[in-house]
Antibody, heavy 120, light 107 residues
Framework: QVHLVQSGAEVKKPGASVKVSCKTS????????IQWVRQAPGQGLEWVGW????????HNAQKFQGRVTMTSDSSTTTAYMELNRLTSDDTAVYYC?????????????WGPGTMVIVSS | DIQMTQSPSTLSASVGDRVTITCRAS??????FAWYQQKPGKAPKLLIS???DLETGVPSRFSGSGSGTEFTLTISRLQPDDFATYYC?????????FGQGTKVDIK
């Protein structure tokens, strides 16, 4: 069975950084992109970006350019998303999700989400 | 960015009803399109990809159609487990974008 397990909730001050992990199991890690999506409280879904575990390549939404770093570790089948220079607007649940393939498709399995609260 | 507009934003329906949700894209996205279901406090769940491909394990009362700029999700006979929020998504052009959601609640 495919599982994605995320790290626990985080509370950060404005200007700080947060790193969220996504431990995967039950499938061949290198055969699927890992996507990151966030959801602010009471709001809709917002795509952050993806990491290709096979190559280490990434692509993120322009609004996060320069602030987000997505990585992966094939030895532990874990993906990571780090977001820097946090503001209150970054308060959200951050989800990792498995892409259906390796070239950007729909997201067929999701982690439970990691709540990130940014507050002074 | 491609804008995805869902209608309605809220839909009140009864068990057994036929329900249709529409999603319009601001430009042609061919069939690179998905529907997700989300329940409160839970992660989204993929229902349909490539506009009309039903995910394994998703009940056959769910169906998707459309291509280009207009898409629909139909639930043929609404069940108690179907009360949730539904999101559409395009993955044709970066940045991938979602609709604002359609909440299906009990009439």
């Amino acid at each position: 069975q495919v599982h994605l397990v995320q790290s626990g909730a985080e509370v950060k001050k404005p200007g700080a950084s947060v790193k969220v992990s996504c431990k995967t199991s039950g499938y061949t890690f290198n055969d699927h992109y890992i996507q990151w999506v966030r959801q602010a409280p009471g709001q809709g879904l917002e795509w952050v970006g993806w990491v290709n575990p096979k190559s280490g390549g990434t692509h993120n939404a322009q609004k996060f350019q320069g602030r987000v770093t997505m990585t992966s570790d094939s030895s532990t089948t874990t993906a990571y998303m780090e977001l820097n220079r946090l503001t209150s607007d970054d308060t959200a649940v951050y989800y990792c999700a498995r892409d259906q393939g390796t070239y950007g498709l729909a997201f067929d399995m999701w982690g439970p989400g990691t709540m990130v609260i940014v507050s002074s | 960015d491609i804008q995805m507009t869902q209608s309605p934003s809220t839909l009140s329906a009864s068990v057994g009803d036929r329900v249709t949700i529409t999603c319009r894209a601001s430009q042609n996205i061919d069939k690179w399109f998905a529907w997700y279901q989300q329940k409160p406090g839970k992660a989204p769940k993929l229902l349909i990809s490539k506009a009309s491909d039903l995910e394994t394990g998703v009940p056959s009362r769910f169906s998707g159609s459309g291509s280009g700029t207009e898409f629909t999700l139909t639930i043929s006979r609404l069940q108690p487990d179907d009360f949730a929020t539904y999101y559409c998504q395009q993955y044709h052009n970066y940045p991938w974008t979602f609709g604002q959601g359609t909440k299906v609640d009990i009439k």
